[in-house]
């Protein structure tokens, strides 16, 4: 999927949209995706503060799917793993920078060269409009090279 089309459909898709998490940006080489959500109705919790689950959302498919563009169809990306540290309370807008680079990926290549499964562990902070850690996403994803048949 082109990276505009996919930002438009993730702007619409469902679960994004309902709890208001927005795709800001998707690079060409689908190697950077920048998301925020602002504080509204539909996903603050008791105490008024973002709530924990949007939070975790807006992180949820990203370095999966960046993973699985730039390494191709010749291999199988999975997210195998998640968890949250919620540092601080949440409030207005917070945002998610996801950034892969060329030696991380060559990094998941030379593991999976043989056939093995590549059990890399990633992480992205989710801060606010002052630049805050607000929490802090691991990620840990399944990466393997598809067999010949």
């Known amino acids: 999927m082109h990276h505009r089309l996919a930002k438009f459909v993730f702007n619409l898709w469902p679960p994004f949209l309902g709890a208001g998490i927005r795709v800001g940006r998707i690079a060409p080489d689908w190697r ?21 689950g949007s939070l975790y ?8 799917l960046m993973t699985l563009k730039n390494l191709g169809r010749d291999y199988i990306v999975w997210d195998k793993a998640g968890s949250i540290d919620y540092i601080k309370p949440g409030r207005g807008t917070v945002s998610a920078r996801f950034r892969l680079d060329e ?47």
């Open 57 to 64: 959302s807006m992180t949820d498919p990203f370095f999966m």
């Open 32 to 52: 950077q995706v920048d998301v925020r959500l602002r504080l509204g109705l539909t996903n603050r919790n008791y105490v008024g503060v973002h709530y924990g």
């Open 103 to 149: 030696a991380w990926l060559q990094a998941a290549r030379a593991a999976t060269a043989d056939g093995s499964k590549h059990l890399p562990q990633l992480t992205v902070d989710i801060t606010d409009r002052q630049g805050e850690l607000v929490a802090r996403v691991h990620k840990t994803l399944y990466i393997r090279r598809k067999q010949p048949h």
